[in-house]
């Protein structure tokens, strides 16, 4: 079961694999909040989606779940990822906790990888760094992640700008898969890609969850991404937490009026493809 909960509901569980209580971030030199007190917590195998209108604090909520926040910001709060608290990590530590612990999959996925090594060089050097491989076992290892994510192996020969943003995405879920990563937070995924790279992106995360058990966070716009992988969902407002819960039941039967906008514009868009046949 994943948990997402407001800063005023009851104490988080003790069985999730990671829990972040009263996170806030807040700039550094004027002291203006950005996010405000939000908590949630989630399982493994299981998928929690933060939805909510740009700069609603959504990214730098995952940013500091993962100790990755600009110099200019400063996260408060506690976020326990397997019982060690990783906003009191050495940067070291933090950097040794991403990957197999934690893994992200960035919005773009170009600016992920260096542009003058080939996809092959890179992910096979980060398997052989982290999981202590040989040369010819992270190979191997990436050629069959990248296959459970419906890419060939020649993949690995090419530069990144000769993928589709789409391919380039799920390279970065193949290497969470390689890494056996415990926790994915993929921030605004499919967001700029076309509707069959979308769907493939979707189907590579839902192998993440379902096959490996690895908990995933979601955050995006796509209210329909959302629905198809979360159980659970948060809303965010202005960096706060206004409404949490079953994803069914919020899409359903919305309760704070930010998520009932957000339902409403998702519903007439759809109206509104409907009824120009599928077409824009």
């Known amino acids: 079961m994943t948990q997402a909960i407001a800063p ?36 493994a195998g299981s998928c929690l989606g933060i939805v909510g209108e740009s700069g609603s604090g959504k990214s730098l909520l995952c940013r500091a779940l993962l100790g990755l926040l600009p110099k200019g910001l400063a996260a408060s709060g506690t976020v326990l990822f397997e019982g060690r608290d990783v906003l009191s990590l050495s940067e070291r530590e933090r950097r040794a906790l991403r990957g197999a612990g934690i ?28 999981l202590r491989l040989g040369r010819n076992e992270a190979h191997d290892l990436a050629c069959t992640t990248l296959a459970r994510v419906g890419l060939e192996a020649q993949v690995l020969d090419r530069y990144p700008h000769e993928l589709s943003g789409g391919q380039m ?9 390689g890494l056996g990563s415990r926790l994915v937070i993929a921030d605004e995924p499919t967001t700029a890609l076309d509707a069959k790279s979308q769907y493939e992106v979707l189907l590579a995360l839902k192998t993440l969850v379902r096959e490996r058990g690895t908990a995933l966070i979601l955050v995006s716009h796509d209210l329909g991404a959302v629905q198809m992988l979360a159980e659970h969902v948060l809303v965010l407002n202005g960096g706060y ?40």
């Open 103 to 130: 893994s992200f999959v960035a919005q773009q996925a170009m600016t992920a990888y260096d542009p003058l090594l080939t996809l092959g060089r890179q992910i096979t050097a980060l398997f052989r760094d982290r």
């Open 241 to 280: 937490c206004v409404e949490s819960g079953l994803a069914w039941q919020v899409f359903n039967a919305p309760r704070h009026k930010v998520t009932r906008a957000l339902v409403r514009t998702r519903a007439d868009l759809s109206a509104r493809f409907a009824h120009h046949g599928g077409t824009a």
């Open 169 to 177: 995405q799920r390279c970065m879920i193949a290497t969470s898969l």
């Open 8 to 43: 005023q509901n009851k104490a988080v569980g003790n069985t999730s694999l990671l829990e972040a209580r009263s996170i806030c971030v807040r700039e550094r030199i004027s002291g203006r909040l950005l996010v405000n007190n939000v908590s949630l917590a989630i399982e």
